[in-house]
Nanobody
């Protein structure tokens, strides 16, 4: 059993900053990828940022230059620093990880989601 526990999020004014973190725990052999997706009501969940061992880091075009993803492989934790936030960034943000529980077993895991609201 693997869990992703998110923290951070909340209400921030346009132009402000916010940080998210997500820690993976449980039966973990290795983690290939960790990152963040977001979703607004009525729309599909979309990639925000992803860091993948051996494949670098990807960002959505809409957040490039404003958001920074980082990862602590010792603590199995991924962070998202969000700067210059815009009302369009308002969404539920979900932590994502692609985890090996054994060398031969793997799967995608999701956090419970954390609300980010950008509003004056």
């Amino acid at each position: 059993q693997v869990q992703l526990v998110e923290s951070g999020g909340g209400l921030v004014q346009p132009g402000g900053s916010l940080g998210l973190s997500c820690a993976a725990s449980g039966s973990i052999f290795s983690i290939n990828a960790m990152g963040w997706y977001r979703q607004v009501p009525g729309k599909q969940r979309e990639l925000v940022a992803l860091t993948n061992i051996g494949a670098g880091t990807n960002y959505a075009d809409s957040v490039k230059g404003r958001f920074t993803i980082s990862r602590d492989n010792v603590r199995n934790t991924v962070y998202l620093q969000m700067n210059s936030l815009e009302p369009e960034d308002t969404a539920v943000y979900y932590c994502y990880a692609y985890i090996h529980t054994t060398p031969l077993d793997w799967g995608r895991c999701w956090g419970q989601g954390t609300q980010v609201t950008v509003s004056s």
